[in-house]
């Protein structure tokens, strides 16, 4: 049993979250959404590079993005979670659905502690899932796929030119009223991650629902690339993490294309 006060080292809780990113690839359920077809344009997909452009320059400008953000988070975290369990990520059932309030009731009544840790960082990744999936239903896939492409672009300009640094830093110290919880970071142990980093993830994931095989050895590849990137921590404080997931879609569809080059041959 763990001690209370128990927190793993950085190279384990960097490790678990390098995980679950990669997991999330094989998360998402193929839903089709014939009520939001009227919407269907390619703008949506340009919103994962936007936000995290838009984020970083609109905090530095104005301030006070940060609290804003954490008080969104803490209420549509918990709700896209329930649709998450009831209805987006596969084998979901609806009534799955109530175990998104249990999950909110652990991450407040232990926040600071690992198994608090753990349920937000559940309440994350499920809501990821259906924000993805929501995403993927409005946009064309190829437009999907770069979009993923840009958000890595924009995440390592922002890194390597140290611009990420201080709007990360106010995002991850906002914290609500009442000790509630932090759902606008995705922690676990010693490591944070942006939300944008495993949103991207669920996002791959979303784009290979309808090829359970293919989502699998994508999570495979992700996870390979993800914890061969973490390695570089030994090196630099900060990576974009958006970046492991953009080489994986990147080594599939290179994949794709020897696959069918073979075909017609």
Not at 167 to 184: C, E, Y
Request: charged share 10%.
């Amino acid at each position: 049993m763990l001690h209370p006060g128990f927190v793993p080292s950085f190279a384990v809780s960097i490790c678990v979250l390098s995980l679950v990113q990669a997991g999330l690839v094989m998360w998402p359920a193929p839903r089709e959404i014939p009520a939001l077809a009227r919407l269907r344009s390619g703008w949506w997909a340009a919103i994962p590079a936007a936000s995290v452009a838009g984020f970083v320059f609109a905090e530095r400008a104005l301030g006070g993005l940060a609290d804003g953000l954490t008080y969104l988070a803490l209420i549509a975290v918990p709700l896209l979670a329930a649709l998450g369990l009831g209805w987006a990520m596969r084998r979901s059932r609806p009534w799955f659905a109530p175990v998104a309030a249990l999950l909110f009731a652990l991450a407040w009544a232990d926040r600071q502690g690992l198994a608090g840790e753990t349920a937000g960082l559940a309440l994350d990744a499920l809501s990821c899932v259906s924000l993805a999936v929501l995403l993927v239903a409005v946009s064309p896939r190829v437009l999907v796929k770069l979009g993923i492409v840009a958000m890595a672009v924009v995440d390592s300009w922002l890194v390597l030119s140290d611009l990420l640094a201080a709007p990360n830093g106010a995002l991850n110290a906002a914290a609500p009223l009442a000790h509630l919880p932090q759902l606008q970071r995705v922690v676990f142990g010693s490591a944070v991650m942006g939300y944008g980093d495993v949103f991207v993830a669920a996002l791959l994931g979303a784009l290979l629902a309808t090829q359970p095989g293919l989502a699998r050895r994508g999570a495979a590849v992700a996870a390979l690339i993800g914890l061969a990137f973490d390695l570089l921590f030994l090196a630099v404080r900060e990576l974009p993490a958006t970046v492991p997931i953009a080489l994986t879609l990147a080594i599939l569809e290179l994949g794709a294309i020897v696959a069918r080059g073979r075909a017609q041959r």
